[in-house]
């Protein structure tokens, strides 16, 4: 089966620029999830939703990141305006096998300068 | 507060040993514990699911346990390969309202050496 894609794959910008990421699911995972990833660090949620409705989003910094998803497919998540501190990957993953198992994209790598 | 926390320095052994990694995590009561793998510049990918009320789980060449008591789980690569090297993260269902919300450790970078 085709696997969880994103875009873009890099993408530089400077701070206080806004940026969006893109995540196409696979087809009828209900359950899409956006990571940050920190280098060196694991991954941190940011945002789950269960079809387009939003599950969890209590560590998603509200103030300059948003995210939908549209239709219950695929999602974008919004930077505005960028830190230095969002410097990251951000990962997107769904939940499929027996829901139990997350499968993730190869993430988009943010530097802000 | 909650925490999960996995070996913190890099562990690095021989070709054909055993490598063990650990995951102790607080205030947490997960119905399940998973294992991942992530390369460089890769998403993590799925290696195992241990539930709360299992002891042991065998894939392989991968062995995880799950003690609740102590809460810690032990990840066990054996006959360990060159090709194993990576970073292994712990991941635990913390929401516990069947939604599967995973909290992920820091990960430990495993580096077998021929």
């Known amino acids: 089966e085709a696997g969880v894609a994103q875009s873009p794959r890099y993408k530089i910008i400077e701070k206080r620029q806004s940026v969006a990421f893109w995540c196409n699911p696979i087809?009828?995972?209900?359950?899409l999830y956006w990571y940050q990833q920190i280098l060196g660090q694991g991954p941190k949620l940011l945002i789950q939703?269960?079809?387009?409705?939003?599950?969890?989003d209590s560590q998603l910094p509200k103030d300059r990141f948003s995210a939908e998803r549209l239709k219950g497919v695929d999602s974008t998540l919004k930077i505005q305006p960028a830190k230095l501190e969002d410097s990251a990957v951000y990962l997107c993953?769904?939940?499929?096998?027996?829901?139990?198992?997350?499968?993730f994209g190869s993430g988009t790598q943010l530097s802000v300068l | 507060s909650q925490k999960i926390e996995q070996n913190s320095e890099a562990l690095n052994i021989q070709e054909g040993k055993t490598a063990t990694l650990t995951c102790n995590y607080t205030?947490?009561?997960?119905?399940?514990l998973q294992w991942y793998r992530q390369d460089p510049g890769r998403g993590p990918v799925f290696l195992l699911l241990?539930?709360?009320?299992?002891k042991e789980k065998r894939k392989e060449r991968l062995k995880v346990t799950f003690d609740t008591t102590l809460k810690q789980s032990l990840f066990h690569i054996t006959a360990s390969q060159p090709a194993d090297s990576a970073t292994y993260l712990c991941?635990?269902?913390?929401?516990?309202?069947?939604?599967?919300?995973?909290?992920f450790g820091k990960g430990t970078m495993l580096l077998v050496s021929p």
């Open positions: 993953a769904t939940l499929g096998g027996g829901n139990e198992k997350l499968f």
């Open positions: 241990i539930r709360e009320n299992e």
């Open positions: 939703f269960q079809n387009n409705g939003v599950v969890d």
């Open positions: 205030n947490y009561s997960p119905a399940y």
């Open positions: 087809s009828g995972h209900a359950t």
């Open positions: 991941a635990l269902d913390t929401l516990g309202s069947g939604y599967s919300t995973l909290t």
